[in-house]
């Protein structure tokens, strides 16, 4: 079974929408979590953690669901630019070994 | 602003070459990582190195071997280069809990 599983989608959704991505995690003793952005080509880069009391930076919204494990990114007013790959991250606490989800695609179109 | 540079974005071997994948970071971290990413399979680790000359095997080690010498070089070794290793391949550095990747060579052995 794989450690991180995402719904690769696409995801394919109007500007102004908003969108909700789910990953699942298998490994109770996971104990950090993160949301990375892969554009098209590029490389990953961190979007933001996720922390236990859920966390929000602008748009985004990230929640973590301990007892079902699983952690969960909302796009509130999609945007052109929001357009990319997204990439579930967990981590068991030691932060040399990370595991990566296969991605979730998301476009957004005018 | 991290900076983490890859010797190559593209490189086409042949089966049976010797490659090296160089990684370079400005950034004086410690911890470096080599990762592959193919498509439904997401980021695997292949190696990391938490010191200069330290090194331990992640989850896919088989055929690869890396170098540290020095702090800010990370180098990655196909011994002897198979077509099961077209990939595109990830160098990342890490500052507390978070990566900052490289720009990926896309590796072709034919």
């Known amino acids: 079974r794989k450690e991180v599983e995402q719904d690769p989608g696409p995801f394919n959704v109007p500007e102004g929408a908003t969108v909700a991505f789910n990953c699942t995690y298998s490994n109770s003793a996971s104990q950090s979590f993160f949301w990375y952005r892969q554009d098209c080509r590029k490389e990953p880069k961190l979007l933001m953690s996720?922390?236990?009391s859920g966390n929000e930076d602008g748009r985004f919204t990230a929640q973590l669901n301990r007892a079902s494990q699983y952690i969960s990114l909302l796009i509130r007013d999609s945007k052109l630019s929001d357009s990319a790959t997204y990439l579930c991250?967990?981590?068991?606490?030691?932060?040399?070994?990370?595991?990566f989800g296969s991605g979730t695609k998301l476009n957004v179109k005018p | 602003d991290v900076k983490v540079t890859q010797s190559s974005r593209y490189l086409v071997k042949r089966t049976g070459e010797k490659v090296f994948l160089e990684c370079v970071q400005d950034?004086?971290?410690?911890?470096m990582f080599w990762y592959r990413q193919d498509p439904g399979l997401g980021l695997r680790l292949i190696y990391f190195s938490y010191d200069v000359k330290m090194k331990e095997k992640g989850d896919i080690p088989e055929g690869y071997s890396v170098s540290r010498e020095k702090k800010e070089r990370f180098s990655l070794i196909l011994e002897s280069a198979s077509t099961n290793q077209t990939s595109m391949y990830l160098c990342a550095s890490r500052n507390n809990y978070e990566q900052y990747f490289g720009p990926g060579t896309r590796l072709t052995v034919t």
């Open positions: 996720v922390y236990s």
């Open positions: 950034m004086d971290h410690e911890n």
């Open positions: 991250v967990v981590n068991r606490g030691n932060f040399n070994k990370f595991y």
